[in-house]
């Protein structure tokens, strides 16, 4: 089992950044690849970006490329989502996930922890 606990959200106006972390504990976090996905009101829940175990092969969805940057501290158990030029369509609730999986993979079914989800919220 892992467990996930996300922080760093809140709400901020469009163009700002928010770094969002997710502190993972119980099996070792190292073994794992590393997602972020979003649901904003209304819709599915959508891949986002994901890393590797090693801090390499990450993988971003379109809308965030060049935006968005995740990265993780095996050290702290810690992987990070920083968000710069937030946009209102950021707005959702953000959960972190962990996968076994060797390949980058935007499929929430590859994705067997979960976090509790945390809210960004972006204003005009």
């Not at 995740?70 to 946009?87: C, F, P």
């Not at 962990?98 to 935007?106: D, E």
Request: glycine residues 10%.
């Amino acid at each position: 089992q892992v467990q996930l606990v996300e922080s760093g959200g809140g709400l901020v106006q469009a163009g700002g950044s928010l770094t969002l972390s997710c502190a993972a504990s119980g099996r070792t976090f190292s073994g794992y690849r590393m997602g972020w996905f979003r649901q904003a009101p209304g819709k599915e829940r959508e891949f986002v970006a994901t890393i590797r175990w090693d801090g390499t092969n990450t993988y971003y969805v379109d809308s965030v490329k060049g935006r968005f940057t995740i990265s993780r501290d095996n050290a702290k158990n810690t992987v990070y989502l920083q968000m710069n030029s937030l946009k209102l369509e950021d707005t959702a609730v953000y959960y972190c996930a962990a996968s076994h999986s060797l390949v980058a993979t935007m499929k929430l079914t590859e994705y067997d922890y979960w976090g509790q989800g945390i809210q960004v919220t972006v204003s005009s």
